[in-house]
């Protein structure tokens, strides 16, 4: 996670928001229809609009992605799951052990 945005990722503010939103689309992936794990930003989180509730904490900037659909959205490939690679359930890239 990029050092600026884990304070948002643990307030109170973004974990509410988060579980609203996967249960508003009963939990499933918006682009497979799997088991969503992530909420994903559409507009990239950056210092410039980490303050901005309108990109951090609005529905409408907000996706629900399996972990496959979110790897491949950020990696262009879902084949690094298959490598070890993963992501938590802030977004972070959890890599293999090595």
């Given at each position: 996670m990029k050092e600026f945005a884990e304070k948002f990722?643990?307030?109170?503010?973004?974990?509410?928001?988060?579980k609203n939103y996967l249960t508003k689309v009963f939990g499933?992936?918006?682009?497979?229809?799997?088991?969503?794990?992530?909420?994903?930003?559409?507009?990239?989180?950056?210092?410039?609009?980490?303050?901005?509730?309108?990109v951090t904490l609005s529905h409408d900037n907000l996706e629900a992605l399996c972990q496959e659909c979110h790897n491949h959205e950020h990696h262009g490939?879902?084949?690094?799951?298959?490598l070890g690679y993963a992501?938590?359930?802030?977004?972070?890239?959890?890599y293999p052990p090595s």
């Open positions: 990722y643990s307030s109170k503010a973004w974990r509410r928001c988060r499933l992936c918006e682009r497979c229809g799997e088991i969503a794990k992530v909420a994903h930003h559409r507009i990239v989180l950056t210092p410039q609009n980490i303050n901005d509730m309108d490939t879902a084949e690094r799951v298959d992501f938590d359930a802030a977004g972070n890239i959890i």
